[in-house]
């Protein structure tokens, strides 16, 4: 399963952004292979939407603190789930991700 975070740093140490699509990097962990690359957001150099270069990514699920709606309803159509983040690491949220104790979002959590 690949796992993607919006990051402004490049490593599991780093916070998630504050918000999905102002972020400056996207760190995607691969959790069968155990490791992770970190991309340039396309969107701060005009070269495309998050979600579509998360979706040819591979990405199977997005655990973020905020997102548009636009946002969101590509992921839904894509079928990747997204997940709300707390507050510390990206390895933090990784954990609680993979013990189930972070939140599904759904379209009545987006505003």
Do not use: C, W
């Amino acid at each position: 399963m690949k796992i993607a975070f919006a990051t402004d740093g490049n490593n599991l140490e780093d916070k998630v952004a504050l918000h999905f699509g102002r972020a400056k990097n996207f760190l995607i962990f691969d959790t069968e292979k155990e490791i992770f690359e970190v991309f340039e957001n396309p969107e701060l150099k005009g070269k495309g939407l998050p979600p579509d270069f998360l979706k040819r990514q591979n990405v199977d699920v997005v655990i973020v603190f905020s997102l548009g709606p636009r946002a969101f309803e590509k992921f839904k159509n894509y079928k990747i789930k997204v997940f709300k983040a707390i507050e510390g690491t990206i390895l933090e949220n990784l954990k609680k991700f993979e013990e189930n104790k972070l939140k599904e979002l759904s379209k009545e959590d987006i505003f």
